[in-house]
């Protein structure tokens, strides 16, 4: 509005200034400024410059409040009207760290007293404030530690006010130094008790602490009292605290954090800190404890330096306190050796490291059976044994302890340093029954031991807090080979080994069997011997069946007898393998069930001497190893046949004859032609086979299909192929023993012509227990020509095979074929193709541009031999037209039939020089019956004629001859066959040159 009112003053100055044409800058018309709100009525306004120049009290830009100077100490009245702001100023000194501002009111105006730093205070922004009361005639507003400078106080009240102010300032110490200190008024800090300055407000007892000295003190609720120490000396360190009197009858206060507050008092430690209620390094609590008692923290082994030992209390109590420090030996010792003043142990014999818990004795001299060891160990513990030799040596380990903690014990082997349960060459454990003599001892080998520094371990693996006695022996000789398998006596490093054990360790089984199934053989093989073969031999001359039988007979533990896989291998003139055997037979078996391997013709081989291996597999889930089994095994060759020819034949001397399509040697096996393209189902047992038979002509690759049906496991049935004859396993042209449900065989085109048969047998999968005994069901299918394609491209260029999709043009997802474009064979599809791959346009058009040339280019070669042909039909006709018949013969036809020339004709003049005369005679045999004219080159009973070619000195002179209709001359073939002579002769007449007219 002040900016309006002096423009419209100036307008006519303006205006004139411009009709004259003069500049602004010279314009001598005055100018004015009007204050702010008139400067609230509360002082002068300067026009010239705008600017109020307030009446003291007044203040601001237009004199709209009072501001009052306030000194400290002085009470200064004022009057106010509703809602008008009244303020003060002060400035508060470096020193001071207490302001206090008092208001008094007399009329119950409700003022409200608000401060700031620096700047005026209103309710709508203020550091500190007090809002008015009606009961508070009297109010208050304290600032501690104020921002040393200046600052204003504003009172507002929402009526009319009467009301005195006044600012004091004042230096006080902080927490009023905790009543353990004198504060300094002049600088507000607190001059400390004796052991209470840690802190500014003398709230921290710190007091030092000498070992071996006692300190007394009281403790006050819910404050820490703490004690410096300092350590350099000495291995073990103990600090008690003994409550000496307490004047409260209840222990129970609750602590600030309420997790100790039902405890009296506390003991914390600290290294290099103050501990707290919730940080420290050590504490000890005491629930509740009569005067006297005592709680106490033993630190061992401590670094040198500084310890803080903190007393929380829930009581007001007095006590003492006290710390000492001695030296120790490490564990004591373990009670090993002696502990010097020191802190350190003087180890007995054999006892090392320093606590002395580490025994190692020796070196020891072996064999020690004569001087066994004699000691004890607790539980967790180790005492070691060093032994050294200097050639190769069989050590041989024995230890005996009560048969309650025989199993807890080992023996860990090391060469060259300590063995530990985490680094060893051997361990010997006796919770392993393999390792068990008896109920109360353990023991086991090591073999061609090198020479050298040994140690021996032996730890007890149990938490025995009492000593355990046992009994060590080590025995150290010149070695047999695997101790010579505890089946024989070794003497000088060789093994003599009982009866029909034979090996350099005695490992082996061979004995011999005799032709009796009534003579039997006794047996006995452990679960997880590590010899678990026991193998029989029998001599076969010339007989051409024999019979194995096997049976186990126990023993029976407790009523029951465990379930055992048990195998019976056979091979000629070799003991036989898991991997390799002429023919096997696997069952689970319990007691009393009988399990034969009849093997008759190519299962034997001929003569020779045959070995049988009963091997006793590992045990089913559940079975444990060292558990016997026992059996008896009888065999008989004789000339009978094998399986009783499984009832599909006939024996026959020894030998089966078959009914279709049952196979020698037992019948057990099918002899089947297989279809190509079409899927057959099967069925085999372990060590049955059956066989198929397929013909594989021309180019034709071969691939055969196998895949198991329902297998619980994979692997269960064996694929074999052989060329010309029957497969097995060691014999074939093509196998596949996989462990997977697939099988496929494949047999390219260079190999594949001929006559195949397929064999499918049962795995040694297929045996053994439940569910393996049952036979293996399976699909089976050949492939031979488009089948064995597994490229489309190589697919369609076979004209006999197409290319199955099973989605439109999706090459990848097809399968090829035998068919036609027409038709496919054997084989449902949704599309085929048969003379293509590709399937996008740009192939298409390719194809499709490719057979349009041929076509053009075919259509056009037919056109120019057309021509050709036509040419030379007009050439023809013109060469007979020169042609004239003739008639040599003067005879006249018999048959009186027209002559085919002029009755009047001279005769050719010949020269006599020449060969024989031309002589041309004609027949006609179209009145001669069908039956009479056998042996004509038609059917057509047309005029037939003859020629007679003589040699003339030209040459050749030939007449052509007309035979039901086809004309031939010299363009013609050479020879020409007369079939009208009734004799049957040939005459076959050459002729090279023209036919002259």
């Known amino acids: 509005m002040q900016i309006s009112i002096s423009f419209m003053i100036l307008l006519p100055c303006l205006l004139l200034v411009s009709a004259e044409g003069q500049n602004l800058e010279s314009s001598p018309c005055p100018v004015s400024f009007f204050c702010q709100y008139n400067c609230s009525g509360h002082g002068t306004c300067n026009t010239q410059t705008g600017v109020c120049t307030c009446n003291p009290p007044w203040n601001g830009d237009a004199c709209g409040y009072r501001l009052y100077p306030l000194s400290f100490g002085n009470s200064l009245p004022v009057t106010s009207v509703g809602n008008e702001y009244v303020y003060f100023s002060l400035a508060v000194p470096p020193s001071s760290n207490l302001l206090q501002i008092s208001v008094s009111h007399t009329n119950s105006c409700y003022p409200n007293v608000l401060s700031r730093a620096a700047a005026l205070p209103e309710l709508t922004g203020y550091d500190y404030g007090v809002i008015g009361d009606s009961t508070d005639l009297s109010i208050t507003l304290p600032i501690l530690n104020p921002y040393h400078g200046v600052w204003f106080v504003g009172v507002v009240s929402p009526t009319n006010c009467s009301f005195s102010i006044e600012a004091t300032i004042s230096t006080i110490c902080p927490n009023n130094c905790s009543g353990h200190g004198h504060c300094q008024q002049a600088t507000g800090s607190c001059e400390c008790q004796e052991h209470w300055s840690t802190r500014e407000d003398c709230s921290l007892k710190l007091q030092n602490m000498q070992l071996g000295e006692i300190y007394y003190g009281s403790a006050d609720i819910g404050r820490f009292i703490y004690y410096k120490l300092t350590l350099s000396i000495g291995n073990r360190v103990e600090i008690a605290l003994t409550m000496t009197q307490s004047n409260q009858s ?36 005491q629930l509740f404890s009569p ?6 923290i033993i630190i061992n082994n401590p670094l040198p330096g500084e310890i803080y030992i903190g007393i929380y209390s829930n009581v007001n109590f007095e006590y003492e306190l006290a710390a000492h420090s001695s030296y120790i030996c490490p564990n004591n010792c373990n009670g090993n050796g002696q502990c010097t003043g020191y802190g350190s142990c003087v180890c007995a014999l054999f006892y090392q490291r320093e606590d002395c818990s580490l025994f190692v004795m020796g070196p020891m001299s072996l064999p020690n059976n004569d001087m066994p060891i004699h000691d004890s160990i607790l539980g967790f513990y180790w005492r070691y044994f060093n032994v050294s030799f200097t050639e190769q040596k069989d050590l041989v380990f024995l230890i005996e302890a009560p048969n309650s903690t025989l199993p807890a014990f080992q023996i ?38 090198d020479p050298g520094y040994w140690t021996i371990g032996i730890r007890l693996n149990t938490s025995a807090v009492e000593p355990v006695k046992y009994e060590l022996k080590i025995d150290a000789q010149r070695g047999c080979p695997n101790a010579c398998s505890a089946r024989g006596t070794c003497q000088g490093g060789i093994c003599q080994c009982h009866e029909y054990w034979f090996g350099d360790d005695c490992s082996v089984y061979v004995q011999p069997m005799p032709n009796s199934i009534y003579q039997r053989n006794h047996g006995r093989i452990i679960t997880g011997d590590p010899t678990p073969w026991r193998f029989y031999t029998i001599d076969i001359t010339s007989e051409n069946a024999l019979l194995i039988q096997l049976n186990r007979t126990g023993p029976i533990n407790n009523g ?22 002429s023919k096997m037979k696997s069952r689970t078996t319990i007691h009393g069930e009988l399990m034969q391997l ?21 045990p089913v889930p559940g079975d444990s190893v060292g558990i016997p089994v026992d059996y008896w095994i009888a065999a008989r060759w004789d000339r009978i046949c094998p399986r009783n020819c499984s009832r599909q034949g006939v024996c026959f001397n020894g030998q089966c004859v078959c009914n279709a399509p049952y196979i020698p040697p037992d019948c057990s096996a099918q002899n089947l032609p297989i279809p190509t393209y079409l899927e057959l189902k099967g069925k085999v047992a372990f060590d049955v086979w059956n066989y198929y038979q397929l013909t594989v002509l021309g180019e034709d690759a071969l691939e055969v299909i196998v895949q198991e049906q329902e297998s619980i496991v994979a692997g269960r049935v064996w694929l ?62 050949a492939l031979t020509g488009c089948g064995t ?21 999706n090459p990848a997802a097809g399968q090829c074929v035998p068919g036609t474009p027409l038709q ?43 021509a050709i042909f036509f040419v030379w039909r007009d050439q023809r006709r013109q060469d007979k037209e020169f042609m004239r018949p003739v008639n040599i013969d003067d005879d006249t036809d018999p048959s009186g039939s027209p002559s085919l020339v002029p009755p009047v004709v001279p005769p050719l003049p010949l020269d006599p020089s020449m060969s024989p005369a031309l002589a041309i005679n004609y027949s006609d045999d179209r009145a001669t019956p069908r039956s009479q004219r056998a042996g004509t080159k038609t059917n057509y009973g047309s005029l037939r004629a003859s020629l007679l070619v003589r040699n003339t000195p030209e040459g050749y002179s030939s007449l052509g001859s007309r035979n039901s209709g086809v004309y031939t001359d010299e363009e013609e073939d050479d020879y020409y066959y007369d079939s009208s002579d009734s004799e049957g002769d040939d005459h076959q007449h050459h002729h090279s040159s023209s036919l002259k007219g």
């Open 824 to 866: 496919p064979l054997n084989q449902t599809c949704l599309y085929y193709n048969f003379n293509t791959c590709d399937v996008d346009n740009s192939s298409v058009a390719t194809i499709r541009g490719v057979v349009i040339g041929v076509i053009v280019g075919c259509v056009f070669l037919l056109a120019i031999g057309i």
């Open 789 to 809: 394609y597994s490229d489309c491209g190589k697919c369609v260029v076979d004209p006999n095979c197409g290319w199955c999709r099973n989605e439109p043009f």
């Open 250 to 285: 209840l222990p129970y206060v609750p602590s600030p954090l309420g997790d100790i507050s039902s405890e009296v008092y506390n003991l914390f430690v600290g290294f290099g800190y103050m501990p707290d209620l919730t940080v420290y390094d050590y504490v000890a609590r």
């Open 598 to 618: 009849d093997l008759q013709g190519n299962d034997l081989n001929g003569p020779g001497t045959y070995h049988v291996g009963v091997y006793v597999h590992d």
């Open 720 to 781: 074999f192929l052989k060329l010309n004859g029957f497969p097995t396993i060691d014999d074939n042209d093509g196998f596949n023993q996989s462990t997977s449900v697939m099988h496929t065989v494949f047999i390219p085109s260079t190999k594949a012509r001929g006559n195949w048969t397929i064999g499918v047998t049962g795995s040694p999968r297929n045996s053994g227990s439940n569910p393996f005994t049952s036979a293996a069901e399976y699909t089976i299918l």
């Open 412 to 449: 860990y082997v090391l060469p060259q340093e300590l063995p530990s349960t985490e680094h060893y060459n051997t361990l010997i454990d006796c919770s392993d029954q393999d390792n068990l003599r008896s109920p109360t001892k353990c023991g086991a080998s090591m073999y061609r031991v």
């Open 560 to 581: 029951t007898l465990q379930k055992m896989h048990i195998a019976m291998y056979i091979k000629k003139g070799a003991h036989p393998t898991l991997l390799s055997y």
């Open 291 to 296: 005067p006297h008692e005592l709680v106490s």
